[in-house]
T-cell receptor, first 110, second 117 residues
């Protein structure tokens, strides 16, 4: 089953708004990853975080690796219609397997 | 296109039939992973290979499932005697070996969606 708690489960956002989602775990991870998945496609990597406290941006996306190594958040600024999709967090330990959250479904109101 | 590719993209089969999926990883990636994703959930780890060696299998991988990577390049995942509960998206991912941080991330293919009737 899922090891990561991802919230919110879904969100409706207004175009132009900033949004935030987060992921928590009872276990420590060495790497946090954020993926976006469109219907019928595989997850696409958005941001990878390798160090506790690290803050990384990719265009309008910003993600942080929590200091405790048990959490991460993803922010999307100035949302646009193509931000629609399901966002997944994933944690990775030394064994390199990924543990995923259940996803946050984002729907944008034009 | 130099990304991870999977075939077929969709498969409909009757319960009890065998199915086989193929994954072609990014060419210089020596690690290859299989995941299963059911509706409304994130992907769950099934198994992974380093080159041709299968290093770990999840408890999700029952004895009806078998995966191979004979030459350390492409991989196949076979499901024997399919059951309706096997209906899911089967995802393949690959990554380079140890060394650079950017190489530690896994890149996913488009998946094979299986429907067992």
């Amino acid at each position: 089953g899922q090891q990561l708690n991802q919230s919110p489960q879904s969100m409706f956002i207004q175009e132009g708004e900033d949004v935030s989602m987060n992921c928590t775990s009872s276990s420590i991870f060495n790497t946090w990853l954020w993926y976006k998945q469109d219907p019928g496609e595989g997850p696409v990597l958005l941001i990878a975080l390798y160090k506790a406290g690290e803050l990384t941006s990719n265009g309008r996306l910003t993600a942080q690796f929590g200091i405790t190594r048990k959490d991460s958040f993803l922010n999307i600024s100035a949302s646009i219609p193509s931000d629609v999709g399901i966002y997944f967090c994933a944690g990775q330990r030394n064994d390199y397997k990924l543990s995923f959250g259940a996803g946050t479904t984002v729907t944008v109101r034009a | 296109d130099t990304g991870v590719s999977q075939n077929p993209r969709h498969k409909i089969t009757k319960r009890g039939q065998n199915v086989t999926f193929r994954c072609d990883p990014i060419s210089e990636h020596n690690r290859l992973y299989w995941y299963r994703q059911t509706l409304g959930q994130g992907p769950e780890f099934l198994t992974y290979f380093q080159n041709e060696a299968q290093l770990e299998k999840s408890r999700l991988l029952s004895d009806r499932f078998s995966a191979e990577r004979p030459k350390g390049s492409f991989s196949t995942l076979e499901i024997q005697r399919t059951e309706q509960g096997d209906s899911a998206m089967y995802l393949c991912a690959s990554r380079r070996g140890l060394g650079q941080k950017i190489a530690e991330t896994q890149y996913f293919g488009p998946g094979t969606r299986l429907l067992v009737l």
